[in-house]
């Protein structure tokens, strides 16, 4: 049996004959791994054993013949984990959950586990603990598995014999790194038996009507370990996100074929596992400091799901010659474009110093609409004067200074109301023509400078 060596990039699974520093095909630098591989025919390439995708006979059919597959959604027992997946899981779909170790993969997926047995048969694979750990975990969040089979097997081979034998409705695999076919010669978790591993398991799911739930490992830089191709294979893409010395975790949708993506589910850790938190926005204001310059609110868009969160700014004289600039849940290029608007339009002094930023909650502000927040937030930590605490501030700011228009204004609005914000700054052309809810005052602003004309006039 000969073996080839050959070399594949870790971030598009572009194969190359020798190594280089920069991959020919996406441009990344340092990407390229060795991957070894005895040649060998694939028991899969035989003519039987085509995936049909057609009518059954691997025959293309007319496209005005086709019958619309009915795609049936099973929900997890768990309102946010459905709203991610666009409504529950999909039958015959293959999602990849991935996240940092101890973020609660596992204890998620005993979770969900429990509640899909109830009505079908869910094959839980885990190939990274043992029957006894997966037991303790089970009794700990009070897991009763009437139909929950538990296999511990790294084999690909073995899984699929354990599949034909249970017929279960739902598989999760538990981590795909670990697993390994005897068809590639590679080690496990390299790039090809990664590959492989997850083709095998889609087939699965698109041949049998299987769902399949895989378990990807991050690699150091916060990434799905493996090919990049591995996330454009599968159905579904959810980041397990939140710090581990934080008790809330949020579930984002990267990708989804049968739903809207960066839809989030925000959930909380607890002894007894994970727990759905009904109003996110409530509890990221909670704790929020009262008559406390530099902190502002903010209503953001996820997905369709509106959430207020708190920015905090400080703003200090700095010792060094070339003052620091740090951002936590803010992206850092939109940082310190919006300082160069504030330091152009305003004459405010932040090249003198160290500006400090931070969303509460380990929440990651990405949408425009948030500028104007940021922005308060700045101008009241440089002048130290502080907003009021019923003042919520959104829209999006440009380089001229000038506050734009916003999405969503009325579903933002209705969730400040709904809050006790009684006063709300945002773009004048999102105001013109809307009624306020009662109670609820707008002050519609066009530009950075009515901004500081307002926070002026507060303390006149």
Not at 74 to 91: I, K, Q
Not at 404 to 416: F, L, M, Q, T
């Amino acid at each position: 049996m000969k073996e080839k060596t050959s070399y594949v990039c870790t971030v598009c699974g572009c194969r190359s004959s020798k190594w280089s520093g920069k991959c020919s095909d996406c441009g990344s630098w340092n990407s390229l791994e060795e991957v070894t591989e005895a040649i060998k025919k694939s028991p899969s390439s035989s003519p039987k054993s085509k995936v049909n995708l057609f009518d059954g006979n691997g025959n293309a059919v007319k496209f005005s013949e086709m019958k619309l597959p009915e795609y049936i959604r099973t929900e997890t027992g768990m309102a946010e984990l459905d709203r991610v997946l666009g409504g529950g899981l999909v039958s015959g779909s293959v999602v990849l959950l991935s996240g940092e170790p101890g973020i609660g993969k596992s204890t998620l997926l005993m979770q969900i586990s429990d509640i899909f047995c109830k009505q079908y048969k869910v094959l839980y694979v885990s190939g990274e603990e043992s029957s006894g750990q997966l037991k303790l975990r089970a009794e700990r969040l009070g897991v009763a598995g009437e139909n929950l089979y538990i296999l511990t097997e790294t084999n690909i081979e073995a899984v699929f014999e354990q599949i034909s034998a249970v017929s279960p409705d739902i598989v999760i695999v538990d981590s795909v790194q670990t697993m390994y076919t005897e068809n590639v010669s590679s080690s496990p978790s390299s790039i090809t038996q990664v590959r492989e591993c997850a083709m095998s398991f889609i087939s699965l799911a698109k041949n049998k009507g299987i769902s399949v739930i895989l378990v990807g490992h991050v690699n150091k830089e916060g990434g799905i370990a493996g090919p990049k191709v591995l996330e454009h294979m599968v159905d579904a893409v959810l980041y397990f996100e939140g710090e581990r010395h934080q008790s809330y975790r949020l579930i984002r949708a990267i990708k989804n074929r049968y739903g809207a993506t960066n839809e989030i589910g925000v959930f909380e850790m607890t002894d007894t596992g994970l727990s759905e938190v009904d109003n996110p926005s409530e509890m990221l204001l909670s704790g929020r400091p009262i008559n406390a310059s530099g902190n502002c609110a903010v209503c953001t868009i996820e997905g369709t799901r509106p959430l207020i969160a708190e920015v905090q700014a400080l703003v200090t004289p700095t010792t060094f010659p070339s003052p620091r600039r740090t951002s936590n849940g803010i992206d850092y290029n939109r940082l310190y474009l919006i300082l160069a608007v504030l330091e152009k339009k305003l004459g405010l002094r932040f090249s003198a110093n160290d500006v400090y930023i931070n969303v509460i909650g380990g929440l990651r502000l990405t949408e425009p609409g948030t500028d104007l927040a940021l922005a308060f937030s700045l101008i009241s930590s440089i002048l130290d004067k502080p907003l009021d605490d019923d003042v919520l501030v959104m829209g999006e700011l440009g380089l001229s200074g000038e506050v734009r228009a916003i999405s969503n204004a009325d579903v933002r609005i209705k969730e400040a109301a709904k809050l006790g914000f009684t006063k709300i700054i945002l773009p004048k052309r999102c105001v013109d023509g809307k009624k306020s809810p009662p109670g609820v005052k707008l002050y519609g602003v066009t530009s950075i400078g009515e901004a500081m004309r307002m926070l002026r006039q507060k303390d006149n």
